[in-house]
């Protein structure tokens, strides 16, 4: 059914701020079969914001001093983008850095060995990604947020993602916000363990 949206606490000013459309344009959603989880259509104003965020975690979130997963095979450079624009027609396309990037985490670096956060791990999280994740969630109902961390997935068309547990955060009342962007994609929404048949989703630019 359709989820109720706070648009009392976040002015339009607020969400123009970070490319979004008013709060009372959205549309959000939730199931009976799925507790605790809502789904927002895209809420973005259009193709130009889109563009801003893509090519903030494209060409600016995998540079230092964010970490990424071509820092754990020695591949790590200052700024991916400007090294992989440097090799693109030098390397064959499997091997450029764009195409070997497949994370980088801000804020409290997620430890991908110990599943894991540590507080001697961190760095200042972007301020749009800031402000992004707190009008969110305060026109989603939970209130004040400041987000800690953050991890941007890139996805290749041929990639896919195993099943998982999200349970590493020290505070499980705290939101726990994701955003799609780019190519149309599928997403399986399980349970606790794998026996739970997953439910199907399609998801698009924005979601």
């Not at 400007?82 to 390397?91: A, G, I």
Request: aromatic share 12%; charged share 20%; hydrophobic share 35%.
């Amino acid at each position: 059914g359709c989820v109720p949206l706070d648009d009392y606490s976040v002015s339009v000013e607020m969400c123009h701020s970070v490319g979004l459309r008013p709060v009372s344009t959205w549309n959000a959603y939730t199931s009976s079969h799925l507790p605790g989880f809502l789904f927002l259509r895209d809420p973005f104003l259009g193709p130009g914001s889109h563009r801003y965020w893509i090519t903030r975690s494209v060409r600016d979130f995998p540079c230092k001093p964010n970490l990424t997963n071509l820092d754990l095979h020695g591949d790590g450079v200052k700024n991916v983008w400007k090294e992989h624009l440097k090799t693109l027609h030098s390397v064959i396309p499997s091997k450029t850095l764009m195409r070997k990037l497949r994370w980088a985490t801000l804020g409290y670096h997620y430890d991908w060995d110990t599943k894991m956060y540590y507080s001697d791990r961190y760095t200042p999280l972007p301020a749009d990604i800031h402000q992004l994740t707190r009008v969110l969630a305060l026109a989603l109902g939970f209130g004040e947020f400041n987000a800690e961390a953050g991890i941007v997935n890139f996805y290749h068309s041929d990639s896919s993602l195993g099943g998982h547990t999200d349970h590493s955060e020290y505070n499980l009342d705290a939101p726990l916000l994701s955003v799609s962007l780019g190519c149309d994609a599928i997403f399986l929404l399980g349970g606790l363990t794998r026996c739970v048949k997953p439910r199907a989703m399609f998801v698009r630019n924005g979601d």
